[in-house]
């Protein structure tokens, strides 16, 4: 039988993070969208109508369908355990977005389910898969530079004051900057490090009352080799870490204390597929240069790497150097590819279920490292494949 030249694949969810996978899901030759499911109905409407494709007011209908091989599970965080296993059920592969649930219960569940229907689970979107930082893991595991001495991933930025749905500010429905965003920072230095996490001892910060979640954290992190990293989110608005990598101007979040509840989830709609249709994508994806989450440095003992806007810098007891990467990929492509060579070609999963698992682990260990006062150690690691 001939190899299928695309994947089909179902969007569960079209909102804000759906929307920005929408330019990676028009340019890659081997997936098609062919399938939503929303539970606005005029959304919905739209997305059918402009995409041409099914639509489905539950995963379940959408996880039915026939024209459907693979399903991105892009639904609110606590929903995203029993929609990936209503879609494993129904034999459907599936991507999930990050955070991959709200506890390692939920993680297990969930991959347990993949394995028992043959299917296979992979986790996105996360700026770990950004070509920069592939490149940075593969200098660092070859040795080019010496032994790897630290990693660090700091991100400053305004998410904390950026249009929010209430459950996105609730801690018991994965709401907060450390669910939210520490997945990133998290995939980032285990694919750097090797991806075996021994412990972690963690602060998580609420500095406004009125904005009622995690917004900042930081994290120590030692990997089972004994290599140090830390990981720091801030999404207080006041500073941006971009002024120090790119050179971008400062953006603050647009919610101001008086805004109401009803002007902020109008807000949070225009970020949405909607009925208008979906909006426009964010600049820096349809860009020629690379993005960054933040600024990340891998300490080898030869020399310091970080992410350029064109690749990586190398600085070196010689001087600093620039090694360009061409940006191939918008958001979402390496998962989309990766699915594709998993399913149709048998390449082995780098971003499975159980790497997502390992990096939630982390995730959690950070509130509960936060809410007691001691070191968490880890026991659901698994190191990087190839």
Known sequence: M??????????????AGASNLLQGFGRNPHVKVTAAADIRADALETFGREWGVETFSSVEALAESPNVDVV??????HLHAPHV??????????????????????????????ERNGVKLLCGHSQGQLAPIVKMAELVESGQYGKLGMVHSWNYTDWIYRPRMPYELDEQYGGGVVFRQSPHH????RAIAGGMVKSVRAQVMVLDPKRPAPGAFTAYLEFVDGTPATIIYNGYGHFYTSEITFGRARIVGNVKTHTTPEEEA???????????????????????RHTAFGLTIASCADA?????????????????????IPKELTRGEAEFEEMYQVVVNGHRPVHDGRWGEATHEVTVAIMQSAREGREIMMSHQVAVRH
């Open 304 to 324: 310091d790497i970080r992410q350029s806007p064109d690749g990586l810098w190398v600085y070196t007891r010689e001087g600093k150097t620039e090694i360009p």
């Open 85 to 114: 296993i209503a879609a494993a059920e129904r034999g459907k592969h599936v991507m999930i977005s990050k955070p991959m649930a709200l506890t390692i219960e939920e993680c297990e569940a969930m991959n347990e389910a993949a």
């Open 72 to 77: 991105w599970v892009a639904t609110p965080n």
């Open 266 to 288: 109008k807000m949070k709609e225009a970020e949405r597929y909607s009925a208008a249709g979906s909006p426009p994508p964010e600049a820096a994806e349809s860009g020629p």
């Open 2 to 15: 001939a190899k299928p030249d695309y994947l089909r694949w179902g969007i569960a969810g079209i909102g």
């Open 186 to 189: 998290i995939d980032i230095v």
